[in-house]
């Protein structure tokens, strides 16, 4: 076991808070903190919290850890003058004392006093490999802090991409540390039921499961294999306690009545009797619950029955978005009920089941949350919570209607948006780097009253999955550091915060903080230019790189001055901040590709707008898509005026953008002559197939297609030929 004593000397004069508190006051001496001090007062659980945390740096390897007669002792007071979740941290020479009105309050002081400390506090290593801590100096300090919003909250995606039991508790560690109190649990949509529940079993027996030969295709990268998943309603319950016992409220989120294909393919009865194809924005058929259908009413409140028994939430989120409405204009008992109530407009029933949603919910204590949409529901309640996603103008039309009001907003707050242009992610909002989330103000461009500025909760950042499948770690990288700033978004008075002073907090401390919390977050990628001169973005991260064209790893040499070599094409690099990665690069210029005439036919028929023209000119970040899913026996065709000698064709499938509707049943035919052609290998995870090194200048390159593959059309981008 290391063993590390911590001297005044080591200690910092200021500590580099993340969230920044409202007031921080430094004064003369320090509080000596080591395994004797008391604890004493404090909500029960507050205090096992932090002895917990205090045992990873100054008694790891013991089984439990109580000190009882140090001279020196930290406690809690409870007054009734600080606001909810608000407290105040004092440090004298002696003691710490932690005075709040709430058990949320210490909770938060707790979390500000862990900053204090030396970042293996986050660590759950034991054993030999843990750190141990004899004593640490913290400066005397007095903190008074409150948040700016009651709402601080996360959103995650798990149908689209299933993250298990232990994912979500220490995703649950992860907000907690951040002072984050709500988790908004997006628990159904198109692509897997994800809870169980016990009167309908079918809908985690066959709604939360994709594959061939399942109900629901595979998508979004899941492959050919049985994939999905689900949480029990003992699940539910662990995990909802443990989200409590942090102060986090977790929303759960039901989407209805559109975006349900896996609740129609789990019980067919539940949607609208007709055989129109019309497809949602996301591409999918039948996914429509039938609202005129008094049965479906039944089936969502005993639904909803099991899972308010499990959620103490006040809000349950139902959706309500992006329905496809002219599915009930195709529907003979959506037609009746438009007749019954008078209506003239399709879009006039997503009002009533908006309606009958908030009844049924309101009979077990709930109180309706949902997407924007349901602000032109009249007769809604204005206790129910409407949250925003577009715009700031949708923002002020809730709060000028008169509901209370979340913002995720997409511009700023959509953590599957990409980071750089260079990054995966989606780009259809915005690419929004962290600077970006740090400067959004929930209340910017927004007239308001003191009785409308109060219906703005807050705010929350969302991270949809389509795009998670893969890399490991995908969902940590796109959430961190982005979340970090939205947690101090959330939490700092406006005029406090400035994007310097924070990106510095996160450089000299908080990136270490995050590295012992076992978070593989999001580090920026090498400056690398022309001349092969290097540049880490940041002082206390290393560039490492290699000379062969594979990918740096933390056994790589790492960069100490500009590199000299003959063939800088080969040099790849990445920043590293112990084994967190950034994404690769190269020196600019040196990748050139081959460009040789081509002709190119296909089986398939173009959609509309698209060519394949465009692989025929290799036109940059342009692709070619069909018209319709492609079948087992298409094929895209490339034969090439002359036989090309080269060193490297991969052959890239997905649309550039968002890497959907590549080729995940295929392979790729190889041919020296333009006659015969042999196989040169299936396509991969990434919808690619690499040749590697003909062994003859190459004639034509054919991608042959061998089943099904996800999505609504194929997409083909140019071939890439070295």
């Not at 932090?50 to 809690?76: C, Y």
């Not at 862990?114 to 004899?134: E, F, K, S």
């Not at 539910?236 to 929303?251: G, T």
């Amino acid at each position: 076991m290391m063993s590390l004593t911590l001297s005044v000397a080591a200690a910092a004069a200021t500590v580099d808070f993340v969230p920044r508190p409202v007031s921080v006051q430094y004064k003369e001496g320090s509080f000596i903190l080591d395994k004797n001090v008391r604890i004493e007062g404090g909500d029960a659980f507050n205090v096992k919290y932090l002895k917990e945390h205090l045992a990873r740096v100054f008694d790891p390897m013991g089984d439990s850890w109580n000190p009882t007669q140090g001279k020196t002792s930290i406690s809690f007071v409870r007054v009734k003058s600080f606001p909810a979740e608000g407290y105040s941290l004092d440090v004298h020479p002696e003691s710490i004392i932690i005075t709040a009105t709430d058990k949320a309050g210490e909770f938060y002081a707790i979390q500000t006093l862990l900053q204090m400390l030396p970042a293996q506090v986050y660590r759950r290593a034991t054993g030999p490999d843990a750190m141990l801590i004899r004593q640490c100096t913290l400066p005397c300090v007095s903190i008074v802090d409150q948040p700016r919003f009651s709402w601080r909250g996360s959103m995650l995606d798990v149908s689209r991409s299933f993250f298990d039991k232990e994912y979500i508790l220490r995703h649950l560690d992860f907000l907690a540390y951040h002072k984050i109190n709500k988790f908004h649990w997006h628990l159904t949509d198109d692509n897997g039921w994800r809870v169980e529940i016990k009167k309908y079993p079918r809908l985690t027996e066959i709604g939360a499961w994709r594959g061939p030969d399942e109900a629901l295709m595979p998508a979004y990268n899941s492959g050919e294999e049985r994939y999905g998943g689900f949480y029990t309603q003992q699940d539910l319950k662990e995990i909802v306690a443990y989200a409590a016992e942090r102060n986090i409220e977790i929303i759960p989120e039901f989407d209805l009545p559109g975006h349900s294909k896996a609740l129609a393919v789990s019980y067919p009865e539940v949607v609208c009797k007709h055989d129109e194809e019309l497809r949602s924005v996301q591409g999918e058929t039948h996914n429509v619950i039938c609202v005129g259908r008094e049965k479906n009413y039944v089936m969502l409140e005993n639904i909803i029955k099991e899972l308010a028994a499990i959620f103490p939430s006040k809000y349950f989120h139902v959706g309500v978005e992006e329905v496809v409405t002219e599915s009930w204009k195709h529907c003979p008992d959506c037609q009746k009920l438009m007749k019954k109530l008078g209506y003239t407009d399709e879009k006039q029933l997503l009002g009533y089941f908006t309606g009958r949603m908030e009844k049924i919910l309101a009979k077990y204590g709930k109180t309706l949350e949902g997407w924007e949409d349901i602000i032109d529901g009249d007769e809604l309640s204005r206790n129910d919570l409407v949250l925003v996603w577009h715009n700031q103008n949708l923002l002020q039309k809730a709060i000028d209607a008169g509901f209370p009001a979340v913002t995720q907003n997409c511009y700023y707050l959509y953590f599957d948006m990409k980071q750089s242009a260079a990054e995966r992610g989606h780009t259809w909002a915005s690419i929004i780097p962290v600077e970006k989330v740090y400067a959004f103000d929930p209340l910017q461009g927004l007239e308001l009253t003191p009785e409308k500025e109060k219906l703005v909760k807050g705010l929350q950042g969302g991270l949809w999955t389509e795009l998670l499948f893969y890399p490991p770690h995908f969902s940590e990288y796109q959430i961190f550091p982005r979340l970090c700033a939205l947690a101090e978004v959330g939490w700092t008075p406006q005029d406090l915060r400035d994007y310097a002073d924070f990106d510095a907090r996160m450089t000299r401390a908080h990136f270490e903080r995050m590295w012992n919390m076992g978070i593989k977050f999001r580090i920026p990628a090498p400056e690398v230019d022309a001349q092969c001169n290097v540049r880490s973005p940041y002082p206390n991260m290393v560039v490492r790189y290699t000379f062969d064209g594979t990918e740096p790893t933390v056994s790589s040499p790492v960069v100490t001055g500009r590199i000299v070599t003959d063939q800088p094409e080969k040099l790849r690099f990445a920043t590293f901040y112990n084994d967190v990665k950034s994404i690769t690069v190269s020196v600019p210029g040196t990748t050139r590709y081959l460009e040789p005439a081509t002709h190119v036919s296909s089986s398939l028929e173009p959609a509309r707008g698209y060519s394949l023209a465009v692989l025929e000119n290799y036109e940059p970040g342009k692709n070619f898509r069909s018209s319709s899913l492609p079948k087992k026996g298409d094929y895209v065709l490339y034969t090439f005026e002359e036989p090309v000698s080269c060193k490297r064709i991969t052959v890239q499938t997905a649309d550039p953008v968002n890497n959907f509707f590549g080729v995940t049943q295929g392979h790729v035919e190889v041919s020296f002559d333009g006659t015969s052609f042999r196989n040169a290998g299936t396509f991969d995870m990434y919808n690619r197939v690499v040749i590697e090194s003909p062994a003859q200048p190459v004639k034509a390159v054919k991608i042959v297609v061998d089943g099904p593959c996800e999505g609504k059309m194929l997409s083909i981008q140019a071939l890439k030929i070295e």
